[in-house]
């Protein structure tokens, strides 16, 4: 098969636990990128934190694309131009406040290029040094959130968070649910996931499912996972998820994404 789009989650499996691309997945990635193939970068992550790896990876001079935000948004790297961009609307933001109330979670969102929060944590914390954005810690969450954003996250400690997942899920069916680190609940609109708008970009690009790789560690990414041809994840998936990708490659400390090239692409 030749594959034509690889599409990487970022955290925990493109990058080391340090938040940096290793010198063999950057080569491999720009060799594979030589022979003329779409490397994506799909996250959980705003568009501002992905930029500047995308930019490490060429991703510009090879007029490639970024999903942000769990595939909220779907972007041109070399001018920025947004080609998809879907959000929840205020009314549902703030019934995801008063859930998050009711269930002693934090709770983010992003506007105006800040994280914003009624509430400071260690979790929020970790946001903070991922994105690198401004957090606005604000008196009034519904009052300040007056419009619709992109995404929400609820935060907590990951045993607590894992049980809430099945019941945030039932209480709001009308939201697309997931789990990005186990103390990262993330939230967006209906139908809203890595999956469709990989599924979005493909169809724009004339690339088939089949000639797609979709490289993940975590809930957030197995809906790319069970859509690409070949659905791979790193050796440090979320244990629950391991027989739900087709292989298994070494972890993101270990250039798990490398091996994928080297095996699926440059051979």
Not at 56 to 85: Q, T
Not at 257 to 266: D, G, K, N, P
């Amino acid at each position: 098969m030749q594959y034509k789009m690889l599409v990487l989650d970022m955290d925990d499996t493109l990058l080391t636990d340090d938040h940096k691309i290793s010198d063999l997945n950057k080569k491999v990635l720009l060799e594979a990128q030589a022979k003329g193939v779409y490397v994506v970068l799909a996250s959980g992550r705003p568009t501002s934190a992905m930029t500047a790896y995308a930019k490490e990876l060429e991703l510009d001079l090879n007029n490639s694309y970024m999903l942000s935000f769990n595939g909220a948004i779907v972007s041109s790297v070399k001018d920025d131009e947004i080609l998809f961009e879907q959000k929840l609307t205020e009314k549902q933001i703030h019934e995801l406040y008063d859930y998050s109330l009711s269930r002693n979670t934090d709770i983010i969102t992003y506007l105006d290029g800040a994280i914003i929060s009624e509430t400071d944590s260690e979790f929020i914390e970790i946001e903070k040094e991922i994105t690198k954005m401004p957090h606005n810690k604000v008196a009034s969450f519904k009052e300040t959130v007056n419009r619709p954003a992109v995404k929400c996250i609820l935060l907590q400690e990951p045993s607590y968070l894992k049980e809430l997942e099945n019941d945030l899920k039932a209480a709001m069916p009308h939201l697309s649910v997931s789990m990005s680190k186990p103390f990262f609940l993330e939230v967006a609109q209906n139908g809203i996931d890595k999956a469709a708008s990989l599924k979005f970009l493909a169809e724009r690009l004339n690339i088939q499912q089949s000639e797609i790789i979709a490289v993940g560690n975590a809930g957030n990414d197995l809906t790319m996972i069970e859509y690409a041809g070949l659905g791979v994840w790193v050796d440090n998936v979320t244990p629950e998820l391991r027989d739900r990708a087709n292989i298994i490659v070494a972890s993101n400390n270990n250039d798990g994404v490398a091996e994928v090239v080297q095996r699926y692409i440059l051979n």
